[in-house]
């Protein structure tokens, strides 16, 4: 089945510079990864999501990008802010109809 | 739209006992996603249902976990007896899926559980 790894699990940057979480997968059949964020007590949201056809996607802060030769997805936030701090998870599927599994997750925490 | 809820929000009970955790759908949703979340393994999947219909379960722990969904806007988790490594956070999610093409997983807020 499938296995994420996300690096690191944890992540503290000055507020304003920018953060990068990055993860694998290990199943070629894959071709959905979403991102998620979790703050403390709540259940994950997600933020964005990027299908194999494309090799990168932003929006405003934030962007992914996709290798899928190379089973590496990342996650770039730029100009963080105190509210950037959460747990941000990584997660691949076939498709977006399949079952979706989660990489262990990044603590970033955003110092002002 | 209210979102996913579930309940209880937080349960603590005796090694032995019976829980059972419940979860209502947002309406028109035809996804139903069952996760775990431990400091040590994360969120892992336990089973999903498609238009009420289980279709992958091979998370599930072993056979002291089952999970029903008789309808649409309902499903329940039971753990039957629990122990205390079932302490955890569970979380119910459901999803629009095949209907608008989107993968986005709608969470509740999660249903504590601590067995002592």
């Known amino acids: 089945g499938e296995n994420v790894e996300q690096h690191p699990s944890t992540l503290s940057v000055q507020e304003g510079d920018s953060a990068v979480i990055k993860c694998t997968y290990s199943?070629?059949?894959?071709?959905?990864f979403p991102w998620y964020k979790q703050e403390l007590g709540k259940g994950p949201q997600l933020i964005i999501d990027?299908?194999?056809?494309?090799g990168e996607k932003k929006d405003q802060r934030i962007a992914v990008t996709l290798n899928k030769t190379a089973k590496h997805f990342s996650l770039h936030i730029t100009e963080t802010q105190p509210e950037d701090s959460a747990v941000y998870f990584c997660?691949?599927?076939?498709?977006?109809?399949?079952?979706?599994?989660f990489g262990p997750g990044t603590s970033l925490s955003v110092i002002p | 739209d209210a979102g996913v809820i579930q309940s209880p929000r937080h349960e603590v009970t005796e090694m032995g006992q019976e829980v059972t955790l419940r979860c209502k759908p947002i309406?028109?949703?035809?996804?139903l996603f069952w996760y775990r979340q431990t400091m040590m393994r994360g969120l892992e999947l336990l089973i999903y249902?498609?238009?009420?219909?289980?279709?992958?379960d091979s998370g599930m722990p072993e056979d002291r976990f089952s999970a029903k969904m008789p309808n649409a806007s309902f499903s329940t988790l039971k753990i039957q007896p629990s122990e205390p490594r079932d302490s955890a956070v569970y979380f119910c999610?459901?999803?629009?899926?095949?209907?608008?093409?989107?993968?986005?997983?709608?969470f509740g807020e999660g249903s504590r559980l601590t067995v002592l």
């Open positions: 999610a459901s999803s629009p899926r095949r209907d608008t093409n989107t993968g986005e997983l709608f």
């Open positions: 249902f498609n238009n009420n219909v289980p279709i992958d």
């Open positions: 199943d070629s059949a894959s071709n959905y």
């Open positions: 997660a691949a599927a076939e498709t977006s109809y399949d079952k979706v599994i």
């Open positions: 309406s028109g949703h035809n996804s």
């Open positions: 990027i299908r194999s056809n494309v």
